[in-house]
């Protein structure tokens, strides 16, 4: 298996009951000595960014719940590069944070497609060694990140998705009922 690490995947186990994480795809941003840090991929927030905050302007950017650390703190992962100042690689494609002034005034001259830029209320953190526990307890599979996944135009859907890419017993794992009391 995978180890995590900046640019992988952590996809929810599908016997994994914790309410914030349940059939969830999060990107890892950074694992390191000092814990790990990522963001919910799939799980879309039901307001706009412009209604949480009016910063960027009248921007019509999906918000996205990031995990259940801090949610009153916004972030980006996007795919401008070098374009956004103090940004952070993750990939070639990925790129987490940058400077808010700059991108303020990107948004202001243009809109950017909603496939570079992600906003997230909040994240998900592990402190040392808490993630590889809980790896070793089966609640996650770690696979390699691709920009179609951090950007897909279906998130709701990305679960799945990831998991039947992945083929061989992933797929049966989708098959899974979401409450197996119920079977």
Partial sequence: MMR?????????????RD????????????????????????RPAPVRVREVTDYFGDVDYPLF?????QRNTLHIVHSLGEILPESQAISKNIYWSGSWKHLRSILA????PPD??????GYAGWAPGQLEAEIALKAWFVFPAKSEYVFSSNPKTLWEKVLRDQGGPYI???RYPLDPRLN
């Fill in 19 to 42: 309410p914030n994480f349940i059939r969830t795809v999060i990107l890892l941003v950074a694992h390191d000595s000092g814990g790990s840090l990522g963001f919910v991929l799939n």
């Fill in 65 to 69: 719940i990031g995990g259940p650390v």
């Fill in 172 to 174: 049966e794992a989708t």
């Fill in 4 to 16: 995590p690490g900046p640019n992988t995947l952590l996809v929810a186990q599908p016997l994994l």
């Fill in 116 to 121: 570079t830029i992600r906003f997230f209320a």
């Fill in 109 to 112: 001259v243009r809109d950017l």
